[in-house]
């Protein structure tokens, strides 16, 4: 069922604790239970199974339920020991979980959606049970009741749902690569704004209460910080591939990012933020485990400029047929500096360097006076890579065990110990 993994000394670097292989299909989602060293899965292949740690060391399952279709998501309270279960069908069911995890007695049952459920978030100070669908469709429940309180029809299929308690707000991704903050009533919801900084679909949400910060996830590889209610006028977009400048005005006052954290082999599959040492987990479908420290003063990326001519050598570009005529050259390839955002041709441009602070810890395009302004303490990581060695599909961290879980595409769930890098 599950092989026990012996710890090797501790290093700077995520320890493997231990490895459920007992799945017939991918685990979809899959979180940790908090002091009572378990593991909750749902998979594709219709179970829900509750894993509890054996004095052998393995990991064995106390419950093993099978469902009437596919589950494709999941939230679970611990303090409530409330299960919450969304299926292909578009059913939401819930379960209460018995104090010993061996026993799982039906509480509700959901007509949510008309297709897939793909987020489900029980929220235990409203008794609201949230959800979005393939179907396009925001909904939330009472979860007392069973009867649906609200509906918002979204543009694109939701990916990614977070919710702020204090103020109600909804945070909801999509896979246009937009973000829609609703404000959510006991009966009816307001749209407060939209935007978007991903060319990709977004595929992760995490949202930081204290701090007012969302950060957001995509499939462009890419992670963007946004700061909600920072009160600056502009948010400002850039990840090595894109470049964008919008102004958002809305609830929260305007949006802003404060850089773009580049993730480059692979897309985000999902986001954990640590808030007690202000580090930011990713993980990819590449099987990469990012940490990222964000108690750092990161620097905006800046606006790419347009320009018909390189703007250190003045060497017309391919385009500009006139300057190209005059001068009697061939015109250039257009590139552009990652650090100062001028347009450049390949020979000004020929150096690369990371620049942590702006989110690129590998290297990227400068140009040859930024190369040369670069210092060494600019180049310093504010990063850590690490590799899970198996295609991860979903992540949950658990702050008050220091440990992370990663289900794979290889339909095996693995269990870290981070406190190594997460400190």
């Not at 009572?36 to 292949?45: A, K, M, P, R």
């Not at 949006?255 to 993730?263: A, E, G, S």
């Not at 050598?313 to 257009?334: A, T, V």
Request: aromatic share 10%; charged share 20%.
């Amino acid at each position: 069922m599950a092989a026990e993994i012996q710890p090797k000394p501790q290093t700077r670097t995520p320890v493997l604790l231990n490895k459920i292989e007992a799945s017939q299909d991918v685990v979809n989602t899959a979180v940790i239970i908090p002091k009572e060293d378990g593991v909750i899965s749902v998979s594709e292949d219709r179970t829900i199974r509750i894993w509890l740690k054996r004095d052998s060391g393995q990991y064995w399952p106390s419950i093993y339920h099978t469902m009437p279709d596919s589950c494709s998501c999941m939230s679970f309270n611990p303090e409530t020991r409330r299960l919450s279960m969304g299926m292909e069908n578009g059913i939401i069911s819930e379960f209460i979980l018995s104090e010993d995890y061996n026993k799982m007695t039906p509480a509700q049952t959901y007509q949510a959606h008309q297709g897939r459920v793909t987020v489900v978030l029980f929220v235990l100070e409203m008794e609201w049970v949230l959800s979005t669908g393939q179907d396009k469709n925001f909904t939330w429940h009472c979860s007392e009741s069973g009867t649906q309180l609200g509906l918002y029809r979204t543009t694109a299929w939701v990916s990614g749902l977070q919710f702020d308690v204090e103020t109600r707000h909804a945070f909801v991704g999509d896979y246009s690569g937009q973000v829609t903050i609703l404000k959510l009533e006991l009966d009816s919801c307001s749209l407060v704004t939209t935007f978007k900084g991903h060319t990709g679909n977004v595929t992760a949400l995490c949202w930081d209460p204290v701090q007012r910060v969302l950060f957001s996830g995509s499939a462009d590889h890419s992670i963007i910080m946004w700061d909600i209610g920072g009160g600056k006028g502009t948010v400002e977009i850039s990840g090595g591939l894109f470049k964008q400048l919008l102004t958002r005005k809305g609830l929260y006052h305007n949006f802003h990012n404060f850089t773009v954290l580049y993730q480059p082999h692979s897309k985000v599959q999902g986001l954990c933020y640590a808030p007690h040492t202000r580090q930011l987990i990713s993980c990819s479908s590449d099987g990469g485990i990012v940490i990222w420290n964000m108690d750092v003063t990161r620097q905006e990326t800046p606006e790419w400029l347009d320009s018909d001519s390189c703007q250190k050598c003045e060497q017309p570009f391919f385009w500009n047929f006139k300057q190209m005529w005059d001068s009697k050259k061939i015109g250039l390839r257009q590139h552009h500096c990652r650090k100062c955002g001028q347009a450049v041709c390949g020979k000004c441009s020929a150096k690369r360097s990371t620049i942590p602070l702006m989110g690129f810890e590998f290297e990227v395009r400068v140009c040859d006076s930024c190369h040369e302004s670069i210092t060494d303490e600019d180049r310093a990581p504010t990063a850590t890579f690490h590799d899970s060695k198996h295609s991860i599909v979903y992540m949950h961290y658990e702050p008050t065990m220091g440990w992370l879980l990663t289900s794979g595409a290889d339909k095996v769930v693995k269990l870290w110990d981070m406190t190594p890098v997460v400190s």
